[in-house]
């Protein structure tokens, strides 16, 4: 009898095993083993894609202030670009930069290239509103022609590096006519030709400074 029910035991399983998978569906039994496997694994966080900042900032501008980035050029591919509040002033896009000095106004619809009209950049200056910006920035060389009174000139706005200015060397600044910009922001920056160090060959890499100005200065 014991031998009987130990032979019966197993074939009544089988049966009921193959039963039962006969009323249940291929997909909810796969379904279930793979939720069995799952468990005691940890979740998988993935992080959102970040938001876009204006002027490719990394990260946003307070409420009540403008967005400014400004980008030298860097070998003959890569072309300077002037950014202020998400809006391309210069750039290879818009079509309107060039080699030397470029200059942007803000308030006032007007750009420069300065390579070759060192009187012409300096009269630009000049004529800049009151309380406007204005960002400059190099591409290629921006100092063979740039003479000492125009030189001069952009000291008084504030540059400490226009003095230093070499052949080629990749420099941004920006400044304010009529008012003081906030002593924390970056306003800016130089890096040199060097023929053990340059990136593109004989020209130094691009550099850039960014930084948010409160809407009530200008």
């Not at 890569?78 to 950014?83: M, N, Q, S, Y």
């Not at 390579?115 to 012409?120: F, L, P, Q, V, Y």
């Not at 306003?187 to 990136?199: G, Q, T, V």
């Not at 020209?203 to 850039?208: H, K």
Request: hydrophobic share 35%.
């Amino acid at each position: 009898v014991k031998l009987a029910g130990l032979l019966i035991t197993p074939l009544a399983a089988w049966y009921l095993g193959y039963f039962v998978a006969a009323l249940i569906s291929e997909e909810t039994i796969t379904t279930s083993i793979a939720n069995l496997q799952d468990i005691g694994k940890k979740p998988v966080l993935r992080a959102p894609v970040p938001k876009r900042q204006k002027c490719d900032h990394w990260s946003p501008c307070l409420p009540g202030s403008y967005a400014y980035r400004i980008l030298s050029g860097g070998g003959k591919e890569k072309l300077a670009k002037i950014c202020f509040e998400d809006e391309l002033l210069i750039s290879e896009e818009k079509g309107n930069v060039g080699r030397g000095i470029n200059i942007a106004i803000v308030n006032c619809n007007c750009v420069i290239d300065s390579t070759d009209h060192s009187g012409e950049m300096m009269t630009f200056i000049k004529n800049a509103p009151e309380r406007s910006l204005l960002l400059m920035v190099t591409h290629d060389d921006g100092s063979t022609r740039l003479k000492n009174d125009t030189k001069k000139l952009v000291e008084e706005l504030g540059s400490k590096e226009i003095q230093n200015i070499k052949f080629r060397s990749s420099w941004a600044f920006i400044a304010a006519k009529g008012f003081k910009l906030p002593d924390t922001m970056q306003k800016e920056k130089i890096n040199h030709s060097d023929k053990k160090k340059n990136r593109y060959g004989g020209w130094p890499a691009e550099i850039q400074i960014e930084g948010c100005i409160p809407r009530n200065l200008i």
